[in-house]
């Protein structure tokens, strides 16, 4: 039966074409839990598509990744921050340092996240879930890691959730209505009969997974979209703008989103589009990816903890923002422009969103033995609906003013934040120079060099498994770009 949110969805998709997803005091490495949960913003919550295209021997596209994505791939702690004693809370932190996108010398402010909620007593709601499963031909190569991560999303449900499966092809088509989830083996073997082949209608897919969904909407449970798919629709809508009016529809009705994207030829830049809608988020499933995706994460990837945090900076007179990275769409902000994120989700890591500001003129700033950047306000409602508001200076301490030449940190947390930002800026300034015709080998080495020099400063202090990898991930793209010193 079409339920209320199809004829919702039906109202803003073109006729035409209905035929159719936090702070604690001190350092901490990737993947070890504080004593109370991080957040993190909706979105990409990955660079796995970038990973898998380099650790294939390959060179990814500026669009294969975000970010965001990198940023919630670590444990961004900010050192010495106070308690949190709400659901949400958020600390600044800042470095001087230079880009090596530019090799100019600029303030970074990290505006950090934290939860009040204990990470050995949380305990997510019962979900309401819609899964929509891509069998269309592109997946045919995909079919067993498809499989595992279904088989292991299953094993991680409770009694009190409630599935429904939906797969599409060519056609879309409901295999088990929503059910609560009390015959996993019912459900395993419905995974087990999977095939693939034909066209790719993911809106029609999508649109019943809604419907399935929309009868059990309650606020007592989480409702929630999953989709698994390579995300390249090619039977019905395959405009991003007709997937944003839907989930847009979904969302005010209470249901979120998440998209598990599979393969090489995972469409990130489709997908992230669409991701950072309000409840929205994304990851990219490898094969080794399973256990950590749906065994370790999945409470947190299906839990909102806030919606509409609205950021607005008040630089000093002296400096001026310039970008800010980790908010989809958000780079090209200035000073004084409203920054939304739309939805922030419970984690095991702290995620972050950072803000770039102009350090030409870096003496004016001087305040006794700090920098004075300017501050913060920001607001946010709860899923309960409490708006809550804050506003937060920017400073940077110093012993000794730096000289002109000189990075100034206040620990080894913030060298990391800003070391992870360089080696977006080179992985994109470097990747974009590959596929535009314009790379220059020399100029490529010496960016790569600085970053995994910067990289291997602050695991030096850390001791962070997660930096390692991505100097391993550097080195790589190195050798894949036929330079010197790069791994095999």
């Known amino acids: 039966m079409l339920t ?3 004829n919702r969805l039906r109202s803003v998709v073109a006729p035409a074409l209905l035929l159719f997803a936090v702070n604690a005091c001190g350092d ?4 070890a839990f504080d004593s109370t949960l991080g957040a993190t913003p909706g979105g990409a919550q990955d660079i796995g598509k970038a990973r898998a295209v380099i650790n294939g021997g390959g060179i990814p596209t500026a669009e294969d990744f975000t970010p965001e994505g990198l940023y919630s791939e670590h444990d961004l702690v900010i050192a010495n921050a106070p308690p949190c004693g709400k659901t949400l809370c958020v600390n600044t932190a800042a470095g001087l340092e230079f880009g090596i996108d530019d090799e100019k010398r600029d303030i970074f402010v990290q505006l950090g996240m934290q939860s009040s909620i204990s990470a050995t007593e949380f305990k997510r709601k019962p979900l ?12 045919s190569g995909l079919l ?13 449900l409770r009694p009190d959730d409630r599935v429904a499966i939906i ?4 056609s879309a088509n409901t295999i088990i209505s929503s059910t609560l989830v009390s015959d996993k083996d019912e459900l395993h073997s419905a995974i ?3 095939a693939t082949g034909g066209s790719t209608s993911l809106e029609e897919g999508m649109m019943l997974g809604y419907g399935e969904i929309d009868d059990f909407v309650d606020p007592k449970t989480l409702s929630r979209l999953m989709v698994f798919t390579d995300a390249m629709p090619n039977v019905g809508a395959t405009d991003v703008g007709s997937f944003q009016s839907m989930v847009k529809a979904a969302a005010a009705h209470d249901i979120g989103f998440t998209f598990f994207g599979f393969g090489a030829s995972f469409d990130a830049a489709f997908v992230d589009q669409i991701s950072h809608l309000r409840g929205g988020n994304y990851r990219f499933v490898g094969p080794k990816d399973v256990k950590q995706i749906f065994e370790e994460e999945l409470d947190f990837l299906v839990t909102p903890l806030a919606y509409d945090l609205r950021v607005s900076t008040k630089a000093a007179e002296g400096t001026a923002l310039a970008t800010v990275y980790g908010v989809p769409g958000a780079e090209d902000h200035v000073n004084g422009a409203l920054i939304d994120v739309t939805t922030v989700f419970l984690s095991k890591r702290k995620g972050g969103i950072v803000l770039r500001f102009d350090g030409t003129n870096v003496e004016s700033l001087t305040n ?7 501050s913060v306000d920001l607001s946010y409602e709860t899923p309960e609906g409490v708006v809550e508001m ?4 920017m400073t940077l301490p110093f012993v000794t003013p730096p000289l002109a030449t000189e990075a100034l940190y206040p620990n080894a947390s913030m060298k990391r934040t800003v070391a992870v930002t360089n080696q977006y800026l080179v992985m994109k300034t470097v990747c974009e120079a590959y596929h535009t015709g314009s790379f220059d080998p020399t100029d490529a080495m010496a960016r790569l060099d600085k970053v995994i020099a910067a990289l291997t400063d602050a695991d030096s202090t850390l001791n962070d498994p997660n930096l390692k990898r991505e100097i391993a991930l550097l080195q790589k793209l190195k050798s894949n770009l036929g330079l010197s010193g790069g791994a095999p």
């Not at 804050?390 to 200076?393: A, C, H, I, V, W």
């Open 4 to 6: 209320r949110i199809w």
């Open 368 to 374: 006794g033995s700090m920098y004075d950047i300017g």
């Open 390 to 393: 804050d506003t937060l200076p």
């Open 28 to 31: 901490a490495s990737y993947g």
């Open 192 to 194: 087990d009969d999977l």
């Open 128 to 139: 309401n879930l819609g899964i929509v499963i891509d069998t269309s031909g592109s997946m």
């Open 144 to 156: 067993d890691e498809l499989k595992a991560a279904l088989r292991t999303l299953v094993d991680n």
């Open 167 to 170: 797969e599409f092809a060519s």
